[in-house]
């Protein structure tokens, strides 16, 4: 009888652990492979996450700091529709007003609007912050003065006895206009992709 197709036991074993250990390299690769996968997913996702919050948080600073650019239109000096000090030349001089209507609203209800339902209080820098306090600190002396006085109307302009109040209130609304400025380029060169 001839047995020569059937293989000594040293050769099947042979066989049998050669494809176990190609069966078991074969597996470790594919675990190795995807747990690396998992590894890189894992951190890729958790830059992107990281990524989207900072841009987020970069996109309501800009946010907040256009709400406080409309708010300067009260703060200018000048003719314009909110401007809350106004000027005429008198004998070569200048003579300041203060728009009691525009004081009033800018006070009561624009600073409110901005800083609260705007949320721009939030994402403010303490510069700005600061600064906007600061010109609505030396404003209210102004308008407590007249709040009660019945002969102030909204539309009234009341003559500023002091023109170094108006003067103080003018380089204030320099220092806020420039701020803001420099603050919001600063905010868009970080929102650039880099």
């Known amino acids: 009888m001839d047995l020569s ?15 176990l250990i190609t069966g078991v390299a074969t597996f470790l690769s594919v675990a190795i ?7 890189y997913t894992r ?3 958790h830059a992107v996450h990281n990524t989207s919050i900072r841009v987020d948080r970069l996109k309501r600073n800009v946010e907040a ?13 000048g003719e314009g529709e909110n401007a809350m000090i106004r000027w005429r030349k008198r004998k070569g001089t200048k003579v300041y007003f203060m ?5 009033k609203a800018f006070l009561t209800q624009e600073m ?26 030396v404003l209210m002396g102004f308008y407590l003065r007249y709040e009660k006085d019945e002969n102030v109307a909204d539309d009234s302009l ?13 380089s204030m609304y320099d220092g806020l ?7 919001l380029n600063k905010l868009y060169g970080e929102l650039l992709i880099k």
């Open 5 to 19: 197709w059937f293989s000594s036991p040293s050769d099947s074993w042979a066989t049998i652990s050669s494809s």
């Open 33 to 39: 492979a995807a747990y690396l996968t998992y590894i």
């Open 43 to 45: 951190d890729h996702s």
């Open 65 to 77: 700091l256009e709400h406080m650019w409309e708010a300067l239109s009260y703060t200018s000096i």
């Open 99 to 103: 728009h009691f209507g525009n004081l």
């Open 112 to 137: 409110s609007e901005v800083f609260y339902k705007k949320h721009a209080g939030l994402y403010l820098s303490n510069n700005i912050r600061d600064q906007f306090f600061a010109y609505r600190r």
């Open 158 to 170: 009341i003559g500023m006895e002091n023109p170094e109040l108006a003067e103080e209130l003018s």
């Open 177 to 183: 206009n420039n701020d803001l400025k420099v603050e």
